[in-house]
């Protein structure tokens, strides 16, 4: 009898939100980590580019942060499991939980199958279209706030990461025919002299 309470126990303990974020984080941790690792596995020459910056620059840079914030959200997911186990979840079935849990799937799946469409519309529609769309939809599927501040924050969110990647980077984001977008940006840009 008891070991079977135990079993339950240890169950219900997987299944806290608090695990499961940690777990999420440990992940995440390692991806970063691999980052450090495999960024120059042969040991190839590196030669600075302008400012000092080179091919490793970015990746190294992606990596610290991503380290960082996993860090972070770790560290959340410590404080979230101590909640739990000072306070533990009721045990009868709650009828929303399932709901609940319905709902997560399909937008996990919506964001997987978004995030697919924007990948292989890119090279098509390029980035000043599809990221403010992208963005849009996110956070419609995620009901973040009104559909007029999250037109808003999309649009000034797009133009942002447009402004880092094109621009500044110099990322070949572009699209084919089908973005007359871009290029008057690009001008746009040029006519102000940055």
């Keep these: 009898m008891n070991t079977q309470k135990d079993s339950f126990q240890a169950e219900s ?16 941790m390692l ?6 690792l ?11 580019g302008e400012g ?11 990596s610290g942060l991503l380290l ?11 404080i979230k499991i101590r909640r739990q186990i000072a306070s533990p979840p009721p045990r009868e079935a709650d009828p929303q939980a399932l709901v609940d ?11 997987l199958a978004l995030l697919l469409v924007f990948a292989s519309l890119l090279k098509i529609l390029g980035l000043a279209i599809l990221a403010p769309l992208f963005l849009f939809a996110m956070f419609r599927l995620y009901k973040r706030g009104s559909w007029q501040s999250d037109a808003a924050i999309a649009a000034i969110g797009g133009m942002c990461l447009w402004i880092l990647f094109v621009p500044i980077l110099q990322l070949n984001l572009k699209g084919d025919e089908l973005d007359p977008v ?11 002299g940055l």
């Design 13 to 28: 303990f997987l299944q806290w939100d608090g695990v499961k974020d940690l777990a999420t984080a440990i992940c995440i």
């Design 31 to 36: 991806f970063a980590v691999g980052g450090f």
């Design 38 to 48: 495999f960024i120059n596995p042969e040991d190839a020459n590196v030669y600075p």
């Design 52 to 62: 000092g910056i080179t091919w490793q620059t970015l990746p190294l840079g992606y």
């Design 68 to 78: 960082f914030l996993a860090s972070i959200y770790a560290i959340q997911s410590l």
């Design 101 to 111: 849990r319905r709902t997560i799937a399909v937008r996990r799946l919506t964001s």
């Design 182 to 192: 871009t290029p008057f940006l690009l001008s746009i840009f040029k006519a102000v």
